[in-house]
């Protein structure tokens, strides 16, 4: 129903739906009636790692074997890094202007230009420039801030630190909310607590998030005083604790990222729980005499592997996409540090966040699958 | 002669049975989404909120660019400001009306070009197949491999600020996800007795593709495209937001809720307005995209 963006992140949760669908199905009945909702969707094919396996052919392989399907689905990612190391390499080289710009004195002779455009390899072809870039970042050496002069890869580590931890905070509110709002929706369907949770996760995905960060601001900072309104702990303290004086700081951060996963969960259950009741073995458990808290358990073990795959992808949208918030915030991670290297041109550091959050994302991405995998038995048979 | 009296029973048979006019799919769909109450409402609000953008400067609206420093920041309900005014003394209602010029331009823009080169992607590799298929897909996995926002964030970033790039960069963030829906739609169409008729009597490939497989799968393509609209005015306002798209003093809703950022202190509820409305084209588009996705479901 939604698209990709993490912000709001749409159309991912979707994704994973029906990729399982289509894992579990065959190839699929486009059009499945009971799964009206996730007809149009983003992926309805295999995922690309499982297209051998479950191609259009037909064919599969014989014997289940999550160990199997872990190998293959690790050496998909091979090539994915070595693309997103390139995107990022090129990204640096489609920006406009002379790299040496930010470290060459406005005066600079020819001569000096030339030395320093050798000294840092500019003068050597595209392809020889990756390679080396590339041998480099494997070692651990992404260069060094323009702006600080540090080593890009420890300035990255400790932003993604406070990232992670709102992440981490985001995460708990979000998903404990959409996961109750959407087994109420899905259990009450068509009627109005259905109406009112699924206006909550819609009011979720829709709104600009850095805006509702500015509302609550303005509502528990400004008028009310209860919270800080920016910054990541009292002042003279330099790292994370987790006590109330620096908690409170995390509150309306955490609150703001985790409106949008809420609103992707809560439609993911929603459709998941509402599918499952309408199968076949619920009315033969009910026939059987279980009492309805028991269909529930059936509801949520049958829902899990999708549900945690969403929530698994939901995660690393919230590490990769939280620039905004932690903009309004000021809260000091990743996405603030990014912040700050596309303003001071500061290309070392710009190309290092963004290579080591996309690479974050790609290894959450690979365990998520992994975990669906484990835990759900049809998916490893693909 | 003699089959005068046998026409004319018929044609009365013909009167008497009920009228079934056959309709077209996409005017059940018109019918099935005029219906629906909360799809019209959000019909209406972004109607309103289109045609006021556009008749801006016949509105008898105060100069979005005219400020003043004696009337820095009033508050909402101030006679001659209904909302306001800004930081620099500029009409708030004036501001936000022709700031839908542009949020509304940067927003939808970016999906409708990802549409049309996101569709054209996906039909191609979808129904051309083999080394074509497998050379565009991978190429899209890889902008899957990045959140879209840190992508958005990173293009317009490296291009520079700029309404242009800001564009660019959007562009680039859905066309991938465009044409993935595309691809895969496409190929559960190729395979279809029409197509391979076609194919049969002659046609080629081109013809095919536009004939036969865009009509069919367009609807599908389009719901999707409608539903990253919201997505697109977030990510675009966003991006003004940072700084990194529409430059002052031009009237934008992203970057007039980041130029109005310091005045929550002083003015808070005027400081938020232009973030609602983004909130309000958002939703609209959101709930539109809903309502169409499931007229389009005959179905159900």
């Keep these: 129903m939604r698209a990709a963006y993490s912000l709001h992140p749409l159309p991912l949760w979707e994704r994973v739906a029906s990729r399982q669908r289509s894992r579990v199905r065959g190839l699929s009945p486009r059009r499945d009636p009971r799964s009206f909702e996730m007809t149009v969707s983003a992926?309805?094919?295999?995922?690309?790692?499982?297209?051998?396996?479950?191609?259009?052919?037909?064919?599969?392989?014989k014997e289940p074997n999550v160990l199997a399907y872990t190998a293959r689905r690790i050496v998909y990612v091979v090539p994915i890094v070595i693309s997103v190391a390139l995107v990022c390499f090129l990204l640096v080289h489609i920006t406009p202007g002379d790299p040496l710009v930010a470290v060459l004195p406005a005066d600079a002779s020819q001569e000096l230009a030339a030395q320093l455009r050798a000294a840092y390899g500019f003068d050597r072809p595209l392809p020889v420039q990756f390679g080396l870039w590339l041998l480099r970042a494997l070692h651990g050496d992404l260069g060094n801030s323009i702006a600080t002069g540090r080593p890009v890869l420890a300035e990255v580590m400790r932003a993604v630190g406070?990232?992670?931890?709102?992440?981490?905070?985001?995460a708990i509110i979000g998903f404990t909310m959409g996961i109750l709002l959407g087994l109420i929706a899905g259990y009450f369907r068509e009627t109005w607590i259905d109406k009112v949770a699924t206006s909550f996760a819609i009011a979720g995905v829709s709104v600009p998030h850095y805006w509702l960060g500015m509302l609550l601001v303005i509502i528990f900072s400004v008028q009310l005083n209860w919270l800080p309104a920016v910054g990541a702990g009292p002042s003279g303290s330099n790292s994370w604790a987790w006590d109330w004086a620096h908690l409170k700081y995390l509150v309306l951060p955490a609150i703001t990222t985790s409106v949008i996963p809420m609103g992707i969960?809560?439609?993911?259950?929603?459709?998941?729980?509402?599918?499952?009741?309408?199968?076949?073995?619920?009315?033969?458990?009910?026939?059987?005499?279980?009492?309805?808290?028991?269909?529930?358990?059936?509801?949520?073990?049958?829902?899990?592997?999708?549900?945690?795959?969403?929530?698994?992808?939901?995660?690393?949208?919230?590490?990769?996409?939280?620039i905004l918030i932690e903009t309004v915030f000021s809260w000091p991670g990743s996405g603030f540090l990014l912040n700050s290297a596309i303003f001071q041109r500061d290309l070392p550091l710009l190309q290092g966040t963004i290579l080591i959050l996309a690479l974050f994302f790609v290894f959450l991405n690979l365990l998520v699958d992994i975990a669906q995998a484990a835990i759900d038995p049809r998916i490893k048979r693909g | 002669m003699s089959e005068l009296p046998l026409s004319a029973t018929a044609d009365a048979a013909l009167q008497a049975a009920p009228a079934t006019k056959a309709r077209g799919y996409w005017a059940t769909v018109g019918r099935r989404i005029m219906r629906d109450k909360v799809s019209m409402a959000c019909a209406l609000v972004l109607l309103l909120i289109f045609l006021s953008a556009i008749l801006a400067p016949w509105l008898g609206l105060e100069d979005p660019y005219k400020g003043s420093m004696i009337r820095r920041l009033r508050h909402i309900g101030t006679t001659g400001y209904p909302l306001g005014t800004d930081e620099l003394g500029r009409d708030m209602l004036a501001r936000l009306i022709y700031g839908g010029r542009l949020s509304l331009v940067i927003g939808i823009l970016p999906v409708i070009l990802a549409f049309c080169v996101g569709t054209s992607l996906g039909i191609i590799a979808g129904y051309v197949g083999g080394k074509l298929n497998t050379a565009i897909?991978?190429?899209?996995?890889?902008?899957?491999?990045?959140?879209?926002?840190?992508?958005?964030?990173?293009?317009?970033?490296?291009?520079g600020a700029g309404i242009l790039n800001s564009i660019v960069a959007l562009?680039?963030?859905?066309?991938?996800?465009?044409?993935?829906?595309?691809?895969?739609v496409t190929t559960g169409v190729r395979n279809m007795d029409f197509v391979e008729a076609a194919r049969a009597s002659g046609a080629g490939a081109f013809t095919i593709m536009r004939v036969h497989i865009l009509g069919n799968v367009l609807g599908a393509i389009?719901?999707?495209?409608?539903?990253?609209?919201?997505?697109?005015?977030?990510?675009?306002?966003?991006?003004?937001?940072?700084?990194?798209?529409?430059?002052?003093?031009?009237?934008?809703?992203?970057?007039?809720?980041?130029?109005?950022?310091?005045?929550?202190?002083?003015?808070?509820?005027?400081?938020?307005?232009?973030?609602?409305?983004?909130?309000?084209?958002?939703?609209?588009?959101?709930?539109?995209?809903?309502?169409?996705?499931?007229?389009?479901?005959?179905?159900?």
Aim: with cysteine; aromatic share 8%.
């Design chain 1, 43 to 61: 992926d309805r094919t295999p995922h690309p790692a499982l297209r051998a396996t479950f191609s259009r052919k037909g064919r599969r392989k």
């Design chain 1, 265 to 322: 969960v809560t439609r993911t259950v929603r459709a998941l729980t509402g599918d499952i009741l309408s199968q076949d073995f619920v009315e033969a458990l009910r026939a059987k005499g279980l009492r309805e808290t028991g269909v529930f358990r059936h509801v949520i073990k049958n829902a899990a592997p999708t549900a945690l795959a969403v929530m698994g992808l939901q995660l690393g949208y919230m590490l990769g996409g939280s």
């Design chain 2, 171 to 184: 562009t680039i963030v859905f066309v991938p996800q465009i044409t993935r829906v595309a691809e895969s």
């Design chain 1, 162 to 170: 406070n990232t992670v931890t709102l992440a981490i905070a985001a």
């Design chain 2, 222 to 300: 389009f719901v999707y495209a409608t539903s990253l609209i919201s997505v697109s005015m977030i990510l675009a306002a966003g991006l003004s937001f940072l700084g990194l798209g529409t430059k002052p003093p031009e009237p934008e809703w992203g970057l007039m809720l980041n130029t109005l950022r310091t005045a929550i202190y002083v003015n808070p509820w005027v400081a938020a307005l232009p973030g609602a409305m983004i909130f309000a084209v958002s939703i609209c588009f959101n709930l539109l995209s809903d309502g169409l996705r499931s007229a389009m479901d005959i179905r159900n």
């Design chain 2, 137 to 159: 897909m991978r190429t899209v996995d890889v902008f899957y491999a990045f959140p879209s926002v840190l992508l958005a964030i990173a293009i317009s970033g490296a291009l």
